[in-house]
């Protein structure tokens, strides 16, 4: 079975800081992929980024990065340089190969104070 | 382009009324999910559409809760007869294939409340 662990309840920083959610899974299967949404405070759910199980190459986009490490059984996000927009629950998720549905991680909330 | 969308964003009603949630999904799509999101459960799938037809309806509560896409542009979430412990934000979304590589798109959600 598959399982998301985000294990940062909640991450307070104050802008400018740079700041890692985590993200561990578990799968049996060799072909999955991974994702991370953004939920802000008007509550919707925004598609971040996808990741397959078979390219562990870092990606940047502007001040976010992720890291995925198969080793580890980890994809974290890193988010340089704070502000106070990115304030938010961050959830990380995985579906395996085939046709599966999303499990997501319970999340983690970050408040980043001017 | 339009995204998912849900409607009504907000619900409030009494306990042992029935509810109907909506959702078209997005243009061309043809998975179709329901989540509820609590803050004691986090984020879970009720059920899965493909091509309308359900696919996977294991995440739904009870017989109370009913879902049906009548057409490739058109769901509901039904619940009948709604219980104070339903309240919840519910959230559509749909995907462009069956495809486990493609990511969901989500709706912006219907805040439920039953009082």
């Known amino acids: 079975a598959q399982k998301v662990t985000q294990a940062q309840t909640e991450i307070s920083v104050v802008e400018k800081e740079d700041v890692t959610l985590d993200c561990v899974y578990e799968t049996r299967d060799t072909t999955y992929y991974l994702f991370w949404y953004k939920q802000p405070p008007s509550g919707e759910l925004v598609f971040l980024i996808r990741r397959n199980s078979f390219d562990e190459q870092n990606e940047i986009s502007g001040r976010y990065s992720w890291n995925f490490q198969k080793s580890t059984s980890s994809f974290n996000f890193t988010i340089t340089a704070s502000q106070v927009v990115d304030s938010a629950v961050y959830f990380c998720?995985?579906?395996?190969?085939?046709?599966?549905?999303?499990?997501f991680g319970k999340g983690t909330m970050l408040l980043v104070s001017p | 382009d339009a995204g998912v969308i849900q409607s009504p964003r907000h619900e409030v009603t009494e306990m042992g009324q029935e509810v109907t949630l909506r959702c078209k999904p997005i243009?061309?799509?043809?998975?179709l999910f329901w989540y509820r999101q609590t803050m004691m459960r986090g984020l879970e799938l009720l059920i899965y559409?493909?091509?309308?037809?359900?696919?996977?309806d294991s995440g739904m509560p009870e017989d109370r809760f009913s879902a049906k896409m009548p057409n490739a542009s058109f769901s509901t979430l039904k619940i009948q007869p709604s219980e104070p412990r339903d309240s919840a934000v519910y959230f559509c979304?749909?995907?462009?294939?069956?495809?486990?590589?493609?990511?969901?798109?989500f709706g912006d959600g219907t805040r439920l409340s039953i009082l």
């Open positions: 998720a995985l579906s395996e190969g085939g046709y599966s549905t999303l499990t």
């Open positions: 559409f493909n091509n309308n037809v359900p696919i996977d």
């Open positions: 243009s061309g799509h043809n998975s």
């Open positions: 979304a749909s995907r462009p294939t069956q495809g486990a590589n493609q990511p969901q798109h």
